[in-house]
């Protein structure tokens, strides 16, 4: 028999995150439904491990984290580069991908290293892939999960200025345009973060928790 998750409609989360860019599209998203969130550096929360080999494994543990450090309910993600010719590489790896093969942890080295792997492939397409976890305590029986996926192809010479990770490189055809040129309202419209954050939307919604 499963015991019933707490009742009652979201006001404050914890962000199980200490990306900046992160932190900033969650802020956005989360705003018009009155929830705010806090990142868990400002709460002295350190990253959670992340040793699983999906993205909801991984999201699940990061949001468990830190809600169990915070007393509060928390919100996380994982989300990364799936790359066709590269066998859905990065993956969970994306952002130490550099990292794994002994270089930097930095957005500039994951990008080198994955335009050096793409050099003779005969495709550049793939997609950004993210998983939504809310959990309303540490140990919610029914933790509310969305996802989202946004394609694109990866380009050789970075473009824009905006977004980070792996934007400059990811375009989208349809636009013609990376992901960094656009605006954040724009990306926030279109990413495979905002679609996974709609959709959370609209189960918290279900469940009377916005």
Same mark, same amino acid.
């Given at each position: 028999?499963?015991?019933? $998750? $707490?009742?009652?409609?979201?006001? *404050? ?6 990306? !900046? %860019? +992160? ?25 959670? &491990?992340? =040793?699983?080999?999906?993205? /909801?494994?991984?999201? /699940?543990? +990061? #949001? *468990?984290? #830190? ?5 509060? $309910? ?10 066709? !010719?590269? %066998?859905?590489? =990065? ?6 991908? !550099?990292?794994?093969?002994?270089? &930097? ?32 305590? @540490?140990?919610? @029986?029914? @933790? ?13 010479? @970075? ?8 934007? $400059?490189?990811?375009? /989208? ?12 309202? *724009?990306?926030? #419209? ?5 679609? #996974? ?7 918290? *919604? ?5």
């Amino acid at each position: 028999m499963s015991v019933a $998750p $707490p009742a009652g409609r979201l006001s *404050r989360v914890v962000i199980a995150s200490g990306n !900046a %860019g +992160k932190l900033r599209e969650f802020a956005a998203l989360l705003a018009p439904f009155g929830v705010s969130g806090v990142g868990q550096r400002e709460l002295g929360i350190a990253d959670a &491990p992340e =040793p699983h080999a999906t993205f /909801l494994e991984n999201a /699940l543990a +990061k #949001a *468990r984290h #830190a809600s169990a450090a915070a007393g509060l $309910p928390a919100i996380a993600d994982d989300s990364g580069l799936c790359l066709d !010719a590269l %066998g859905g590489a =990065p993956g969970v790896h994306s952002a130490r991908w !550099a990292e794994l093969a002994g270089g &930097p942890r930095d957005d500039i080295a994951n990008n080198r290293r994955v335009a050096s792997q793409l050099r003779q492939a005969a495709s550049r397409a793939g997609h950004y892939y993210c998983v939504l976890v809310l959990v309303r305590s @540490p140990d919610d @029986p029914q @933790p509310v999960v969305a996802d989202g996926l946004w394609r694109g192809e990866f380009v050789d010479i @970075p473009r824009g200025e905006s977004g980070f990770g792996y934007d $400059p490189h990811f375009l /989208l055809p349809e636009l013609g345009c990376t992901v960094a040129e656009l605006s954040p309202e *724009r990306k926030n #419209a279109l990413s495979h973060r905002g679609q #996974a954050m709609r959709d959370l939307q609209e189960r918290l *919604r279900r469940a009377g928790l916005v």
